[in-house]
């Protein structure tokens, strides 16, 4: 695996718990939800509002396919089950 700038996700892929994709699909944002890349910065505990409905980050996980490393964020809903 390189280990040069280049090689590094610019941003986080979303990943949702059951309960946050059920209630993304009932809203009608799934499709939006998973489309967006976090920044590298966004971590545990954060909370991410997706058209007026908020989403905790529930986890980081870094992952190497292929000598390709990926950010995998895990978003929960209700947020207000994350940490604060």
Do not use: N, Q, Y
């Not at 059920?22 to 590298?40: H, K, N, Q, S």
């Amino acid at each position: 695996m390189s280990s040069s700038p280049a090689s590094l996700p610019r941003g986080g892929r979303i990943v949702l718990t059951a309960s946050a994709k059920a209630f993304a699909d009932r809203a009608g944002i799934l499709a939006v939800l998973v489309g967006v890349a976090l920044p590298l910065e966004c971590m545990v505990g954060d909370w991410v509002t997706v058209s007026g409905s908020d989403f905790a980050v529930m986890r980081r996980r870094w992952v190497l396919v292929d000598e390709v490393v990926s950010l995998e964020i895990t978003l929960d809903h209700p947020a207000g089950r994350g940490l604060r």
